[in-house]
């Protein structure tokens, strides 16, 4: 609820499907004046890395169900998730 709140993007935001073909990532994006958030979703045991179409290196990582940063999984285009990680970005 804190996130919903402080992100008007999480309420009010269109939804875009991202990476259609990769069968281990769910991942979408959301839009709202200006702000974007990236959802990944790794819905299987084992790490995986994929490439985006977008470079997060500026986004902040809002939330992740493991204990680090995982902005420090992001590589440019391409970020490493571990297994049933989600993780969850925003344009500031």
């Known amino acids: 609820m804190k996130l919903r709140k402080q992100y008007d993007v999480i309420a009010y935001g269109d939804i875009k499907p991202l990476l259609h073909d990769d069968k281990q990532v769910f ?7 200006g702000q974007k958030m990236i959802v990944l979703c790794n819905f ?3 790490q995986c890395e994929v490439e985006l179409p977008y470079d997060l290196s500026a986004y902040k990582c809002i939330l992740n169900n493991y204990k680090n940063n ?9 970020i490493a998730l571990k297994p049933y990680e989600t993780a969850v970005f925003c344009n500031l």
């Open 44 to 46: 299987y045991p084992t």
């Open 70 to 78: 995982c902005s420090d999984s992001v590589k440019n285009k391409k």
């Open 27 to 33: 991942a979408y994006e959301r839009n709202y004046n």
